[in-house]
């Protein structure tokens, strides 16, 4: 959040000097001359801002299958399977393994002890 805050000082500090050479450089009344200034501001600093205020927030992906044998007990259950989150990836994984939803939850709890942020 602080990031996001100092890119947003910094961004608005940048705007003041391309507005204040649109008001010193226009031969409009000062209603017209402000009028334009933001307009070109905004074009400017729309795609700023839209970068600045970007959401990083990234949801993991599971896979659910029904009827499935655990990996770990050899129960025939629903099965889950971690498939994506920040910094863990297997989308390409040629063999997945589903587990139960207590075997899930117990593979779940050993991913986040090696770091894996869910």
């Not at 031969?27 to 990083?56: E, H, P, Q, S």
Request: proline share 3%.
């Amino acid at each position: 959040m602080l990031k996001k805050y100092v890119f947003y000082i910094i961004r608005w500090q940048c705007s003041t000097p391309i507005l204040a050479l649109c008001m010193y450089y226009m031969n409009f009344n000062i209603t017209i001359k402000t009028i334009v200034a933001n307009f070109i501001g905004a074009l400017i600093f729309f795609w700023v801002d839209r970068y600045i205020f970007k959401n990083n927030v990234y949801y993991p992906l599971w896979e659910i299958q029904e009827k499935i044998k655990c990996v770990d007990c050899g129960q025939v259950s629903k099965g889950f399977r971690l498939v994506k989150t920040t910094n863990y990836d297997k989308t390409q994984d040629k063999n997945p393994e589903f587990r139960c939803e207590e075997c899930s939850q117990n593979k779940l709890h050993e991913l986040k002890e090696r770091g894996i942020k869910y």
